[in-house]
C-alpha cells in the first residue's frame, strides 16, 4: 500500500479543513476570554491571522482548490473579529465625572 498518496490526501484535507477550523476556533477563543488569558488569546489570533494571510496569499496565487476556503475563512476572521463583540470586564463608576453626578 503505498503511502505517498496518503500523506497528500492528509496534508490536502488538514489545509482545506483543519486550517480554517483552528482560525475560527481561536477567533472564539480570543473573543470569549478575559482578562490576561484574553491579551494572550489575541496575540496568539494575531499570529494566526498572519499565517492564514500568507497561506491564502498561496493558495490563490498557485490557484488551488482550497482558495475559496481560505478566502472565505480570512474574511471571517477579519470582519469578525471587528463584529464579534469581546468580553470586557465590568467597569467602575470611579472617575471624577461620574461622582460628581451621583452626587448632584
Not at 36 to 50: D, G, K, N, S, T
Not at 51 to 76: D, F, G, K, N, Q
Amino acid at each position: 500500500m503505498p503511502v505517498m498518496p496518503q500523506l497528500i490526501f492528509l496534508a490536502t484535507a488538514t489545509s482545506a479543513i483543519g486550517l480554517p477550523l483552528i482560525a475560527l476556533i481561536m477567533l472564539m477563543v480570543s473573543k470569549l476570554s478575559v482578562g490576561a488569558a484574553a491579551r494572550r488569546a489575541e496575540r496568539r489570533f494575531l499570529a494566526l491571522l498572519v499565517i492564514m494571510t500568507v497561506i491564502t496569499a498561496r493558495t490563490v496565487t498557485t490557484s488551488e482548490p482550497t482558495w475559496l476556503i481560505h478566502t472565505v475563512t480570512l474574511a471571517v476572521m477579519i470582519v469578525g473579529s471587528l463584529w464579534i463583540p469581546g468580553q470586557h470586564p465590568p467597569r467602575t463608576n470611579s472617575s471624577p465625572e461620574h461622582t460628581s453626578l451621583a452626587g448632584s
